[in-house]
């Protein structure tokens, strides 16, 4: 670590008092919430396979409804075409991720708190909590173990036979509970979420449980031991009691029955009781000294391979919360951006590893048995934008879950390519789950043709597939991603229909916007500005692999060729809608139109005129919006070379929100430095740390670009391991503006030096 560590930690002078304002631990298949207080600790628990559901098949052949959408659409009758999509084209919604339960802990100690502070080190994942009752100093240090995968729980005073308190294991769902003569267990199957057709769920009671294991959910059995150094320690009905010890570990695990996103959970399900119960032994077995020095040095081995230092400041040392609203105020903090930039890189670390699930809309935090959106992966930008850093910030293993989920969809999404199109290859809609749904997932709700009628999105997770073999220049790589590619390029020239002398997808829709039809909102064109742009980059992506691969690609340069340009309206912005519309909500979230300009590099220097159609179009929309629409404005404006407005936006990133804001509000951050929506969504912590590396490098086609986007108040800094296409890593430094010290060598090198 190079820089400030004030850009590496976070740090409050009080506990939570809500769960956005707790702080994650995670080793991408457990996840914890820590609430850091002195007297009632409170930490929620998540693991990444518990879902509600299990696989199953979308019925019926809607080949026809599509068919007949399209023909409406090329006859001028959208508002037609849409109904038929909305009540006739899709099944049933995505299920749902859901939480586990709740470790409490109620100490013995009374008395005035006082030399409170809890802390989350991003350099190591330790998160601790210490404090003096009387003349007492206790502390608490927690972290999860990748190496052993269980939750460590440490708990000393400095005076001997002071530790005292009771736990419990909380289910947050039904679910048998028990003890043992050192801890407590929790053992269940998640419900399965059923609602009527055209309806959407509101309320935990459509959530069912079931006795036949046929229409059962994941198995689960989570675990709570404790090992107390002197002292006595029990366990009876209420919970484990320590009293009077030195020093108590308390370990945590949790399995599940998930055998696989194809694979019924419980008639086809893995053993999961025996395994939790073994990764509690082989933990105790280690002691605690050394499940934290292998747990850190994991966590090492990744976070030390990139550092941002922007300086600091005179609030840098002050808590987290305080620093928030003083940046509100106006007051500058430059080491708060690369606090922000690292907890992105730390939330990535924690909530996706190689085995695991990839980030849903929460990561891997949620509390809720009927969470915002579900929790899914919504593919229309979040479940992307996920992922934006990944790479360039020295991730790459983080990226096997997504490649996974990839895929996977490509495996699932081939059927319903031709079920619900008639057309080769494979699709995905706007949304998945742990099942990888793949059709349209409207439920036939009323209104739902501009959320979930996008059959793009296999389109752009297939993209960003082939950016990761760009990343590496692997041909195993590319080799193994070439069938998804390839598939994926099928199904868009097998949908691209002819308009007016063009190749257009239409249907199409601008993710979950609308415009003016006369009085009425329309969410359909012949064509949108999205669609033809992911198009391109599929084209282009399976014409540079099936080369390489020595394939026949003609067929995919000639549609290629044909695809219907970008276009400008007559105010000066980029089209959204394949034709001008009047626009329904002129400052709607989306931004789907300039994913040419960013995440996709379309719409480069070369095109003056479309890059200021860019710039209109931003500015039209203006710079409010949710979390993760301000975090993708942050990328934009960067790639449009403005690196001021992309700081203005960054500063509105961080505007504090109070934990219990409407969703109306615009977005900003919680406390925890977790995006705000609201609520919580984890797709603006990584948008944002994936802006702020948009702003100072820009690989380009022959090289790369530093400094790009430098806003003025960060006129001195450095930048360590950014991971360049190619296996390459960049190392800068820069004063007054200008680079003063650039090296750039392969990541083998850079590995042997570290």
Not at 180 to 201: K, Q, Y
């Amino acid at each position: 670590m190079k820089g400030s560590v004030d850009a590496h930690r976070l740090w409050y002078a009080r506990p939570a008092a809500h769960w956005h304002e707790a702080m994650p631990l995670g080793n991408g298949r457990i996840g914890a919430m820590i609430f850091g207080d002195a007297c009632r600790e409170r930490i929620g628990l998540n693991e990444d396979t518990l879902w509600s559901g299990y696989p199953r098949g979308s019925d019926g052949e809607y080949t026809a409804a599509y068919r007949r959408a399209r023909e409406l659409s090329l006859q001028g009758e959208l508002g037609r075409a849409q109904k038929l999509i909305e009540q006739e084209f899709g099944d049933f919604l995505v299920q749902m991720y859901l939480p586990l339960g709740t470790v409490h802990l109620t100490m013995g100690h009374t008395g005035d708190v006082s030399e409170y502070r809890r802390e989350l080190r991003l350099d190591t994942g330790i998160h601790t909590v210490a404090y003096t009752i009387g003349e007492v100093r206790y502390r608490r240090e927690c972290f999860i173990s990748v190496p052993d995968q269980v939750l460590v729980i440490r708990l000393t005073a400095d005076r001997r036979g002071m530790l005292t308190f009771d736990a419990q294991l909380e289910g947050a769902l039904r679910c048998e509970s028990g003890r043992t003569a050192e801890g407590l267990w929790l053992d269940g199957n998640c419900p399965i979420c059923l609602v009527g057709r055209g309806e959407a769920p509101t309320s935990t009671e459509d959530l069912y449980y079931f006795e036949d294991d046929s229409r059962k959910g994941v198995g689960y059995r989570a675990e709570l031991k404790a090992y107390a150094e002197g002292g006595s320690l029990d366990t009876d009905a209420q919970g484990l009691h320590v009293r009077r010890a030195n020093a108590v570990t308390l370990l945590f695990a949790v399995r599940t029955s998930f055998a696989g996103a194809f694979r019924h959970p419980v008639t086809d399900g893995i053993p999961y009781r025996e395994p939790c119960s073994r990764d509690l032994t082989l933990a105790a077995e280690k002691g605690y000294e050394t499940l934290r020095r292998d747990a850190v040095a994991e966590h090492r081995r990744l976070y030390d391979r990139t550092e941002l230092d922007l300086g600091i400041s005179q609030n840098s040392a002050r808590p987290t919360d305080e620093r928030l609203r003083l940046l509100a105020a106006g007051k500058n903090d430059p080491a708060l951006y690369a606090l922000l930039f690292h907890f992105g890189r730390y939330l990535t670390m924690a909530a996706s590893r190689p085995g695991t699930q990839p980030m849903n809309l929460q990561g891997i935090w949620n509390e809720q048995r009927l969470p915002p959106w579900s929790s899914n992966y919504t593919l229309n930008i979040n479940t992307e934008m996920n992922y934006w850093p990944t790479l360039a910030a020295g991730l790459e293993e983080c990226y096997e879950p997504f490649l996974r989920l990839l895929r996977e969809l490509h495996e699932a999404g081939r059927h319903t390519a031709m079920q619900y199109y008639g057309a080769p290859g494979f699709v995905c809609h706007h949304a998945t789950d742990l099942w990888r749904v793949t059709h349209s997932s409207s439920n036939l709700l009323p209104d739902s043709a501009k959320w979930a009628y996008f059959p793009l999105a296999g389109g752009w997770l297939s993209h960003m597939g082939m950016e990761f073999y760009r990343h590496t220049g692997d041909r195993g790589v590319l080799r193994e991603l070439w069938p998804v590619v390839r598939d994926a390029a099928e199904f868009c020239c097998g949908i691209l229909c002819a308009c007016d002398g063009e190749l257009v997808v239409c249907p199409s829709t601008s993710p979950e916007n609308v415009y003016l039809d006369g009085a009425n909102e329309c969410a359909l064109d012949t064509g949108t500005q999205i669609s033809t742009a992911i198009v391109r980059d599929v084209l282009e992506d399976a014409i540079e692999a099936g080369e390489l691969l020595d394939a026949d690609v003609s067929a995919w340069r000639k549609a290629k060729a044909q695809l219907a340009p970008y276009r400008v309206c007559a105010d000066g912005t980029l089209c959204e809608w394949r034709m001008e519309r009047t626009e329904a909500e002129p400052h709607h979230r989306h931004v789907s139109h300039l994913y040419g300009l960013y995440p996709s590099r379309q719409i480069t220097d070369e095109d003056p005129a479309l890059l200021a159609a860019c710039r209109r179009s931003l500015e039209k929309r203006g710079d409010e919006g949710t979390g993760w629409s301000m975090a993708w404005k942050i990328g934009l404006w960067a790639r449009l070379g403005d690196g001021d407005h992309a700081l203005r936006l960054l500063k509105r990133q961080l505007r504090p929100i109070a934990p219990w804001t409407a969703r109306e509000k615009p977005g900003g951050s919680y406390c925890s430095l977790l995006c705000a929506h609201p609520p919580f969504q984890i797709d603006g912590n990584m948008g944002a740390c994936s802006g702020i590396l948009e702003m100072l490098v820009r690989p380009e086609k022959g090289g790369v670009r530093l400094l790009p986007s430098l806003p003025h108040e960060w006129q001195s800094g450095a930048l360590f391991g950014y991971h360049l296409p190619g296996g390459q890593v960049l190392d800068m430094q820069w004063k007054n503006g200008h680079v003063t010290e650039k090296r750039i060598v392969s990541e083998t090198d850079k590995g042997e030096q570290q």
